[in-house]
C-alpha cells in the first residue's frame, strides 16, 4: 500500500486520541504497530547523520529559540570554510553517509560561499548533504541543489498560524510561508523534511494533532520533531515553570505579567487540559503517529528526545517508529554556544565517542547501522512515479 493509502487509516480522531491517551499498557498498542510499520516499511537499518552546527548567528527572534538575535548571552560563531571542510572529512572518515549542515538564519555567509562549500564537501568525501539553513530565496536553494546538495530540513513548527504568526516575529525579508517554502524546495528537488515541536505555550491537543495529519497531507520525505525545551533566556522558555530535576516544564495557571505577555504577542491562552503537556510519553507518541501517518519516510529520533530522557530517550525512540539518529559532529569549541534549548543530550561528546555509542546503541537493539545515503523509500517512491 502506498503512503497515500496508508495515510487515510489514521483519522484526526484517532491521533487525538492517541496523543490524550496515558494508559501505560494501552499505549504499548501504539508503540508495537508503530515499530512493526517502521520494521515493514523501511527496515532494521538506522541511518547515521552526522550533524554540524555551522553557525549560531541568527536575525531571527523566534520566541522560543536559545540563539535568537536578541540573546545577548551566547557567544557566536561562524564555522570557517576550512573547519566545515574537516568536519565533513570526519564524517567521511568516520563512515557517515550524510552530513547535516544546520545554522541560525545567518545572512552573513554569502549563499555562492555556501555553494563553494558543497562543491568541495561533494568533491572530497561524496557525503549525502542535508541543509537546514532556514528561510531563503529561491534563486539560493537552486543554487545549492545545483552545487550538489541532496536534502532540507525546515520544520513547520505548528501548522496553527496565529501561534505560528505569535512566536516568529515578522524579518524584513518575506519568501512566503513556511509550508509554501517546503512546496516549492520539492518542487524544485529536494528531499523534503520537516515537523514541529510538541509543547509549544499556546499549542493545543488538536494542533498537534493537526499537524502530525498534515505530515501526510504534505507528503514529507523526513519528518523531524521533538518537545518544546524551555530556555530561560527566551520569551517563551519563561513562561513555563521547569523542573529542576526532570527538565519537564509545567504549564501552570500563569501570572498576570504572563498573561498580559501573551495577549500581547497573540499567543493563544489555553485551559489547562486543552495546552499540549510535555511529559515523558509525548516525544514518543509524536514518533509513533509521524510512522503511522508517514510510513516510508525517515523519522529520526532527535537530541531534543534524548535531551529529555539522557538514559534512554534515544533507544525508545528507535524502537517506537524512528529510523534515524543524528549524533553531533560540531567541533567541541563550539558545542555550548549552539544552546537552542538547555542541557542538549551528549554536548561533550566526541565525535569518535558519539559513533561508538551510537552503534553500540542500535547493535544493542538488533539492529543494523545503515550504509550509504539512506535515501528516505518515500522519496524514492516520489521520484520514481515522476520520472
Ligand atoms: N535556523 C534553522 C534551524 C533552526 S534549529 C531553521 O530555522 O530551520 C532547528 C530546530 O530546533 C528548530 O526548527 C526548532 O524546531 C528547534 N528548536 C529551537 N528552539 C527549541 C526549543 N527551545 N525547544 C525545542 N526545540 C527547539
Excluded at 242 to 270: A, N, V
Aim: net charge neutral; charged share 25%; proline share 5%.
Amino acid at each position: 500500500m502506498d503512503q497515500q493509502g496508508e495515510k487515510q487509516k489514521m483519522t484526526f480522531d484517532e491521533i487525538f486520541y492517541w496523543l490524550r491517551e496515558n494508559d501505560s499498557k494501552k499505549l504499548e498498542v501504539l508503540w508495537q504497530k508503530a515499530d512493526a510499520v517502521r520494521q515493514d516499511r523501511v527496515g532494521d537499518a538506522v541511518y547515521l547523520r552526522g550533524l554540524i552546527e555551522t553557525s549560531n548567528i541568527c536575525r531571527r527572534n523566534c520566541l522560543y529559540c536559545g540563539i535568537r538575535a536578541g540573546n545577548q548571552q551566547p557567544e557566536r560563531y561562524r564555522l570557517s570554510f576550512a573547519e566545515l571542510l574537516d568536519t565533513a572529512r570526519l564524517a567521511k572518515k568516520l563512515n557517515y553517509g550524510t552530513i547535516v549542515i544546520q545554522s541560525g538564519e545567518d545572512w552573513g555567509i554569502d549563499a555562492e560561499d555556501i555553494a563553494n562549500v558543497i562543491r568541495q564537501i561533494k568533491k572530497n568525501t561524496e557525503l549525502t548533504i542535508t541543509l537546514s539553513l532556514g528561510e531563503r530565496s529561491e534563486a539560493d536553494y537552486r543554487l545549492w541543489l545545483e552545487a550538489g546538495a541532496n536534502r532540507y530540513l525546515l520544520r513547520f513548527e505548528t501548522s496553527n498560524l496565529q501561534l505560528f504568526n505569535a512566536i516568529h516575529p515578522p524579518f524584513n525579508r518575506d519568501f512566503g510561508s513556511r509550508l509554501e517554502i517546503l512546496q516549492l524546495l520539492r518542487e524544485i528537488g529536494y528531499e523534503v523534511g520537516s515537523g514541529v515541536m510538541a509543547g509549544i505555550p499556546g499549542q493545543s491537543w488538536a494542533d498537534l494533532a493537526r499537524d502530525i495529519r498534515s505530515f501526510a497531507e504534505l507528503d514529507l520525505d523526513m519528518i523531524g520533531c521533538g518537545p518544546f525545551l524551555p530556555h530561560p533566556q527566551t520569551p517563551l522558555g519563561q513562561l513555563f515553570e521547569i523542573d529542576s530535576k526532570t527538565g519537564l516544564s509545567k504549564p501552570g495557571p500563569l501570572t498576570p505579567k504572563q498573561k498580559q505577555f501573551c495577549e500581547q504577542c497573540k499567543i493563544p491562552i489555553l485551559a489547562s487540559d486543552e495546552q499540549v503537556t510535555v511529559d515523558e510519553n509525548l516525544p514518543f507518541k509524536v514518533i509513533a503517529l509521524s510512522r503511522l501517518v508517514c510510513p516510508s519516510a525517515n523519522i529520526p529520533s532527535t537530541t531534543a528526545v534524548a535531551t529529555l530522557d539522557p538514559d534512554r530517550g534515544r533507544l525508545l525512540g528507535l524502537s517506537r517508529g524512528a529510523n534515524v539518529i543524528m549524533p553531533n559532529l560540531t567541533p567541541m569549541k563550539y558545542r555550548k554556544m549552539y544552546e537552542i534549548y538547555p542541557n542538549k543530550a551528549a554536548s561533550f561528546e566526541l565525535p569518535e565517542e558519539t559513533h561508538a555509542e551510537a552503534v553500540r546503541q542500535i547493535t544493542e537493539l538488533g539492529r543494523i547501522v545503515g550504509q550509504g545515503a539512506g535515501t528516505s523509500p518515500q522519496f524514492v517512491n516520489r521520484r520514481s512515479k515522476t520520472s
